[in-house]
């Protein structure tokens, strides 16, 4: 559906540049930044917000629990994160297709409709985060109580070589990012990856590996996301190689 939508945005805009009227065309194409930039971003955000709340709190909806509200909010993240590289598609194309100049004031209102689309989505992907892995690495951060914080020398020495609470809490998070990756969209997914991370060299080897696959993120954006981790030391941030 959300591929018929810019189609059918593209293809009015396609149709009024036959008109030969930069007005007509600017005039088309604020239309088609309005609907998504406000009426859809609002809708998408709104369905969103319902279901994190259920997700949050664990309610249940009549004829749709909790795993049926998951999936619409994956949904609507996905989309709204999709809608971003949608814009920046019809721009691409449309100013291969005209003068730049003629239309560079109205196309530049789909960069402000990028900016909405990833700042939704950005919203969304932290309230996953709050949703879905925090509570569940809360109880295996409870776990550390029991380690000792007065290790001996040799104790110390051991958990240099293995540590099985960094062992385990890894583990664990890797488990709850796996189950995700096939629901998320890849640029969704490597932004989640990177919020998680438990250092900055972490976060460096993970985004290399993400990108080895497919590159979404650019070197600016991820570190753009890894400044969100204020607990990350922000000279070794600013530092890092992505």
């Known amino acids: 559906m959300l591929d018929d939508v810019f189609f059918i945005v593209r293809k009015c805009v396609r149709r009024s540049l036959s008109s030969s009227s930069v007005d007509c065309v600017c005039a088309v194409l604020n239309n088609g930044a309005g609907y998504p930039g406000a009426g859809w971003t609002a809708e998408a955000y709104q369905t969103a917000q319902t279901a994190y709340n259920v997700i949050q709190h664990g309610k249940t909806v009549a004829d749709a629990g909790p795993e049926k509200q998951k999936e619409i909010f994956i949904t609507a993240l996905n989309n709204v994160r999709a809608s971003a590289e949608c814009t920046k598609t019809l721009k691409k194309g449309l100013l291969s297709e005209v003068e730049k100049g003629k239309l560079e004031n109205a196309v530049s209102q789909l960069d402000d409709l990028v900016r909405k689309f990833d700042s939704s989505a950005?919203?969304?992907?932290d309230k996953?985060?709050?949703?879905?892995f925090r509570p569940k690495l809360k109880s295996s951060m409870?776990?550390?109580?029991?380690?000792?914080?007065?290790?001996?020398?040799?104790?110390f020495a051991d958990f240099e070589a293995d540590d099985p609470f960094m062992e385990n809490f890894i583990a664990t998070l890797d488990r709850h990012l796996a189950s995700f990756e096939p629901l998320l969209i890849s640029v969704n997914y490597t932004i989640v990856s990177l919020i998680n991370v438990d250092s900055v060299g972490e976060a460096e080897e993970c985004f290399q590996q993400l990108q080895h696959h497919i590159r979404m993120l650019t070197s600016e954006e991820a570190m753009k996301v890894l400044v969100l981790r204020?607990?990350?030391?922000?000279?070794?941030?600013k530092n890092a190689s992505f």
């Open 122 to 125: 950005n919203v969304g992907v």
């Open 128 to 132: 996953l985060c709050a949703a879905a």
């Open 142 to 155: 409870e776990l550390y109580l029991n380690v000792s914080h007065t290790p001996s020398d040799s104790e």
């Open 230 to 237: 204020i607990d990350l030391p922000s000279d070794a941030i």
